[in-house]
């Protein structure tokens, strides 16, 4: 038959079925059961050859009583019973029912047919005939085995025989009653499993509908500890997952609200401004302002879209950090010989402490601009007119790693407290907080130096005392 191009040209894939997966009441269930059945074999196994030895050693005492007891029986008649009544009944009946056979014999008569080829030696009936017991173990006729028990009698003695084989039947029964109650044992075991099992995953299960709904967008989720340490561990951790993502929601929706409201601002302006230039009601006089408002607005727009594409671009895999050994003096030179115009129009004085010698670190020149960028602009953001900006690298060891370089970034501003510290370089904590409050940027920069610090293979860190002002470290690698 004719085929169509795309069932041609496209090979068909198989549809992989999810795989098929048993629960721990399950697999606990089934791992108890096979230990328990190994158990059971083994003990079976081992135990089979001492119970049977056992009841043979019993089934020789036994027989041993039997003779003692006939050969009695038989001196007592002393000849005054029939030869086929030489002991009393009682005495016969448990000789029929336990198998065994008796034989009374003679010097002159010899060992009976029966007995001949059994195992007893001449030595043996010689001293059996001479009033000597003999206990001796042979084979019958059909080569079964069987037990021997001589007593010596007036005139003779007496043989008794047994076989082997039911000497074995009382082993067997014992074998049958261990392996009920081993197998008994096994039943309680698996039941006991099972219950084991339920209880130990009743936390599990709790869990899991717990991470599902947490899956779901509940936060209101809260497990009670319970169990065994691993399986209470996992619930407060699912605990603590939970408290964390209700507070990273909580922040990004904070971010995205400080985002959007650093958005609307200028953009309110800008199309405020337009209107009114397409409606001409500003007057001549008035074109060279409103050009350079919007022209602000706009580079702080601008710079609102940067920072959210470098932050996001840093979350991303493919951010490459295009590292090289280089003499940090200079990208500080460059970053305050930029900067220090701005100081001077703000009133704020900027102060470079420079190293006598090259220090060359390993790291992105442009990035690491840009972090000073962003750490001199916060600064100068909150530091008050007559007040001071210092910029200095150091490389002694009682603030700096033996293969690192640690870039500072001090301001004379308010300052942050204790809980400032903690979220200092989070998007939009800061801002948050303090917008309205004193002056703020985006609430990206911080975080954004961090990001960047950390892809360099440094870290950013922040100390600072309140109403003194703030130092912002960068930890750089040493070329």
């Not at 169509?4 to 606990?28: D, F, H, M, Y």
């Not at 009583?65 to 016969?92: F, K, M, N, Q, W």
């Not at 779901?216 to 603590?240: H, K, M, Q, W, Y």
């Amino acid at each position: 038959p004719a085929m169509s191009e795309e069932s041609a040209t496209t090979p068909s894939r198989p549809t992989l079925q999810p795989r098929k997966r048993w629960g721990i009441v399950t697999q606990t269930v089934l791992l108890i059961t096979s230990i328990a059945t190994i158990a059971v074999v083994i003990a079976g196994i081992a135990v089979a050859p001492f119970v049977r030895s056992a009841a043979v050693a019993e089934a020789s005492g036994a027989l041993e009583r039997l003779a003692d007891l006939t050969a009695a029986y038989v001196e007592r008649s002393d000849g005054r019973r029939p030869p086929d009544r030489l002991i009393a009944r009682p005495l016969e009946r448990i000789l029929r029912r336990e198998g065994v056979t008796g034989y009374l014999v003679s010097r002159e008569g010899g060992l009976p047919p029966a007995l001949q080829g059994s195992g007893i030696s001449d030595d043996e009936f010689n001293a059996l005939l001479a009033g000597e017991s003999i206990s001796s173990r042979g084979r019958d006729g059909r080569g079964g085995r069987i037990l021997i028990e001589g007593r010596p009698v007036t005139g003779g003695a007496v043989i008794l025989t047994q076989s082997v084989d039911v000497a074995g039947e009382l082993g067997t029964k014992f074998l049958v009653r261990i392996a009920a109650a081993l197998a008994l044992g096994l039943v309680i075991s698996v039941g006991i499993a099972y219950l084991v099992a339920r209880r130990l995953s009743r936390p599990l299960r709790d869990a899991q509908g717990v991470a599902h709904r947490m899956a779901g967008g509940e936060r209101d989720e809260r497990l009670t500890p319970r169990g065994p340490a691993e399986v209470a561990d996992i619930a407060e951790a699912l605990n603590a997952l939970n408290a964390a993502l209700a507070t990273s929601e909580g922040r990004q929706r904070e971010f995205l609200l400080s985002v959007s409201h650093e958005l609307r601002t200028p953009l309110t302006a800008i199309r405020g401004y337009a209107e009114a230039l397409n409606d001409d009601i500003l007057d001549p006089e008035q074109l060279t302002s409103v050009g350079a408002t919007i022209g602000h607005e706009a580079s702080r727009l601008d710079r609102l879209v940067h920072d959210l594409l470098d932050l996001a671009r840093l979350g991303a895999a493919d951010f490459h950090v295009n590292a090289a050994d280089v003499d940090v003096r200079e990208i500080l030179t460059e970053a305050a010989e930029v900067g220090r115009p701005r100081c001077d129009r703000d009133g704020v004085t900027l102060t470079l402490a420079k190293a006598a010698r090259p220090i060359h670190v390993h790291v992105d020149a442009m990035r690491l601009r840009q972090i000073i960028d962003n750490l001199m602009e916060n600064a100068l953001r909150v530091s008050p007119q007559g007040s001071q900006i210092h910029l200095a690298i150091h490389t002694d060891a009682a603030i700096a790693d033996g293969s690192f370089a640690v870039i500072e970034v001090r301001d004379s501003g308010p300052g942050l407290s204790e809980d400032d510290l903690a979220v200092a370089f989070e998007p939009g904590a800061l801002h948050e907080r303090y917008r309205g409050v004193r002056p703020v940027g985006t609430g990206l920069g911080l975080a954004l130096v961090d990001r960047l610090a950390s892809r360099m293979g440094g870290a950013a860190a922040v100390t600072s005392s309140p109403g003194v002002g703030s130092s912002f470290w960068i930890r750089i690698p040493l070329a």
